[in-house]
Every structure is written in C-alpha cells, then in structure tokens.
T-cell receptor, first 118, second 112 residues
Framework: AQTVTQSQPEMSVQEAETVTLSCTYD???????LFWYKQPPSRQMILVIR??????QNATENRFSVNFQKAAKSFSLKISDSQLGDTAMYFC?????FGGGSNYKLTFGKGTLLTVNP | SAVISQKPSRDICQRGTSLTIQCQVD?????MFWYRQQPGQSLTLIAT?????????ESGFVIDKFPISRPNLTFSTLTVSNMSPEDSSIYLC?????????FGQGTRLTVV
C-alpha cells in the first residue's frame, strides 16, 4: 500500500522569506507521479507542482521548487519569496497504478497548514 | 489541463434524505474520482468511476450509501443516500488527465 507522510501539521513564515514543507512516501512502484496541491479557504484544490519519478531533475514553477530524493522517498516543497496569498493548506500527493491494470490512484498526505505573516 | 464544474457548491439537507452531486469535465477523461474531506482533514478516496463499468469503492464505503454514475467520459454523479449528520463534509470530484489530477470546486454538505 502507498502512504504519504507530512510530518509538519502547521508552519509559519514571514513574508518574502523561504519555507520548506516536508513529505515522505512509501511505495514499491517504480513508475509514479508526485504532486503538491494547495487548498486555500475557498477549498479549491490547486496543483502547485508535479514531478515524474523517472525524471532526475527537480521540478520548478516560478517561486515553487521541489527537492526530489527518489532513493530516500522524499519530496519536499520550497516556496521562495513567500507571499500572503500563499497562506493555505498544502497537500503532498502520490499517484501510481493500482490493481495491476491501467488505473491510477491518488493518495494524499494529511496536509501542512502554512501561514504567511506580514 | 481539464476544467471541472461541480455542483452544488454547498447544501444543507435534512437527515434521511439524499443529495446528488454532479461533476462535468470540459474534456473526455478516462478516470474520475470522488473524495470526502472532513473538516480540517485530508482527502479520503470514496470510489473510482470508470465509464462503462461499475465504480470501485474503497474500504469503508459502499455502493448503497454512495451510488455513483458515469454515463459518459465527461460526466459523473455521486449520491449521498439516507444522510446523517456524520455525512457532513466536503465532497470533491477529480479527473485524471495525462498524469495530472484536476479537481472540482467541492460541495460543502451540512446535514441537520
């Protein structure tokens, strides 16, 4: 079974500073995807960044970047130049095949509530 | 990327009644998923809905309580049946599209 662990229930950061959110996962699959989603109070799940397991290069999207350590099964998110609008719940998620077929399932961590302070 | 329209966005329902939530995707997708998110919690997968076959339910969720339809590649519904206050939650639909998963806006359900 796949599991995703986010060990930081809450974090806070000052505006313009950098913060790193941690995520580890466990799987026996070799081909999978990893994601970070942001959920503001509006409850809309917004995809922040995506990483394919077969790619060694860490994904980046503007101020957001990941540190993907496949051997350690670690997938942390770094937010640079934090902005007030970054305040949200952040979920790490893992997607891989299940049932031996072509179906994929998305498994979420428990989330990290990030607060950006002015 | 796919865009998913989910409705209703919120509802307040009497216990014992049923509510059907609809999700419309702006493109054809093979797999759609339904999640429940209780207050302050993560997302829990209820079931996977594939077009042309029965939905696959996760442990703890049954078809009689959460019947799902998937009549075509762009649409799915989830019904929450015989509701009790314990069903008060946010329900989200999701669609997988080329290695990414996209979400509807969620339905905030309150059962009184």
């Amino acid at each position: 079974a796949q599991t995703v662990t986010q060990s930081q229930p809450e974090m806070s950061v000052q505006e313009a500073e950098t913060v790193t959110l941690s995520c580890t996962y466990d799987t026996s699959e070799s081909n999978y995807y990893l994601f970070w989603y942001k959920q503001p109070p509006s409850r809309q799940m917004i995809l922040v960044i995506r990483q394919e397991a077969y790619k060694q290069q860490n994904a980046t999207e503007n101020r957001f970047s990941v540190n993907f350590q496949k051997a350690a099964k670690s997938f942390s998110l770094k937010i640079s130049d934090s902005q007030l609008g970054d305040t949200a719940m952040y979920f790490c998620a893992f997607m891989a095949r299940f049932g031996g077929g072509s179906n994929y399932k998305l498994t979420f961590g428990k989330g990290t509530l990030l607060t950006v302070n002015p | 990327s796919a865009v998913i329209s989910q409705k209703p966005s919120r509802d307040i329902c009497q216990r014992g009644t049923s509510l059907t939530i609809q999700c419309q995707v702006d493109s054809q997708v093979t797999m759609m998923f339904w999640y429940r998110q209780q207050p302050g919690q993560s997302l829990t997968l209820i079931a996977t809905a594939n077009q042309g076959s029965e939905a696959t339910y996760e442990s703890g969720f049954v078809i009689d309580k959460f019947p799902i339809s998937r009549p075509n590649l762009t649409f799915s519904t989830l019904t929450v049946s015989n509701m009790s206050p314990e069903d008060s939650s946010i329900y989200l639909c999701s669609a997988r599209d080329t290695g990414e998963a996209f979400f509807g806006q969620g339905t905030r359900l309150t059962v009184v």
